[in-house]
Nanobody, 115 residues
Framework: QVQLVESGGGLVQAGGSLRVSCAAS????????MGWYRQAPGKQRELVAI???????TYADSVKGRFTISRDNAKNTVYLQMNSLKPEDTAVYYC?????????WGQGTQVTVSS
């Protein structure tokens, strides 16, 4: 089992920055992929960014150039640095971890961007 605990969400004005963090309860070396998804009201959950164990990253087109995902295996933690935030980035952000056999999700952290 892997428990994921997110932190760092909040309220920010458009154009501002936030960093969200996700700490895994056990070593992340067995976790192939860690990443962030988000779900806005009335919409489906969507990929924001993922980072693979080898460091390769994938971003949603809507956040490319503005968001940066990073992973610290020594701390079992994944970060999402969000810059130039837009109101349409408002959502609950969920941390995710994928092993070869299981998917794990955090409880979510609210990010609200005011215009």
């Amino acid at each position: 089992q892997v428990q994921l605990v997110e932190s760092g969400g909040g309220l920010v004005q458009a154009g501002g920055s936030l960093r969200v963090s996700c700490a895994a309860s056990r070593s992340s070396f067995s976790i192939n992929i860690m990443g962030w998804y988000r779900q806005a009201p009335g919409k489906q959950r969507e990929l924001v960014a993922i980072v693979r164990s080898g460091g390769r990253t994938t971003y949603a087109d809507s956040v490319k150039g503005r968001f940066t995902i990073s992973r610290d295996n020594a701390k079992n933690t994944v970060y999402l640095q969000m810059n130039s935030l837009k109101p349409e980035d408002t959502a609950v952000y969920y941390c995710a971890a994928f092993t070869s056999s299981e998917d794990y999700w955090g409880q979510g952290t609210q990010v609200t961007v005011s215009s």
